[in-house]
């Protein structure tokens, strides 16, 4: 039997929707600032898409475009005006940025309060002690859509294959924090497809298309198919066409986890100004 589809953009309308609420009903300015470095296509797609969202969600984005020859003391200047800006909630850095702009260095020097990409160490340690705070949007966004298709997670298997600080990692503590039993895998890993068999829930976040086939996926599993990839001008994603003839779930590329993404950051964004306001306690404060 094919498998069901789980849809991501419609589940992503209904959280957009209860952030335009959250936001309406804070009483206090929620600011989105973007920062944007260069002409990489992808991200400027990726920026408005954010900016669009926020503006729906009646959140002011604040957006900063620095040309490719950016030098990074100049990055780092903006990114502690940001911080001291009481009309910026959140700030987000498009990634990736150019090479002479070292990406720790911009992610170390936003305010943790402010990280809404939950990339700066501070962030990613509560998430590693079990107290998550600010939390990466895509892990995030993936955890809402398992839970909106009731995927039982409680001693359930699961392989993340990928171990990035921005999915891989944060998606294995998540999954962890839920009581599944975690494998990472990642480009060493031997024999994957034995290991991605195990998986009752397997997400796939590598980047590289036709990476899980239908022989890796155990009948009837939950398939989570982060992966972005341009092929032939479509966008697909890790996922081979026949794992819908194994899966139980999956998300569909377009159209799953990249919705997801964005309405999780919102959701961060509102997160982040409550921390400021101190409606929220952040733990470092
Ligand atoms: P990275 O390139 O940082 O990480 C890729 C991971 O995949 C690495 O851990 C790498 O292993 C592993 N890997 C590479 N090749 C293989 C292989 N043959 N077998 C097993 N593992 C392999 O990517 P990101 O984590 O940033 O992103 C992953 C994908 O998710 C990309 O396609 C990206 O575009 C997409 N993405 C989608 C988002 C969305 O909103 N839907 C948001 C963010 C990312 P190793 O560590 O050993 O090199």
Known sequence: MAA???????????????VARDVAALGVPVGLATVLVGEDPASAIYVRMKREACAEAGIESIHHELPA??????????????????????????????EQIDEDHVINAIDPMKDVDGFHPANAG??????????????????EILRAYDVELEGARAVVIGRSNIVGKPMALLLLAEH???TIAHSRTRDLAEVAREADV???AV???DTVT???????????????????GKVRGDAADD?????????????????????????NTVRAARYQSGELAFPLA
């Open 4 to 18: 069901t589809l789980m849809d991501g953009k419609a589940l992503a309308q209904t959280v957009r929707a209860e």
């Open 69 to 98: 020859s950016t030098p990074e003391a100049d990055m780092l200047a903006l990114v502690e005006d940001l911080n001291a800006d009481p009309r910026v909630t959140g700030i987000l850095t498009q990634l990736p940025l150019p």
């Open 214 to 232: 239908a022989a890796m996926v155990k009948p009837g599993a939950t398939v989570i198919d982060v992966g972005i990839n341009r092929v032939d």
């Open 180 to 182: 599944a039993t975690v």
């Open 207 to 209: 980047g590289r298309a």
């Open 243 to 267: 794992v819908r003839e194994v899966a139980g779930l999956l998300t569909p590329v377009p159209g799953g986890v990249g919705p997801m993404t964005i309405a999780a950051l919102l959701r």
């Open 202 to 204: 397997l997400v796939a």
């Open 126 to 143: 509560f998430l590693f002690q079990g107290r998550p705070t600010l939390v990466a949007a895509t892990p995030s966004g993936v955890m």
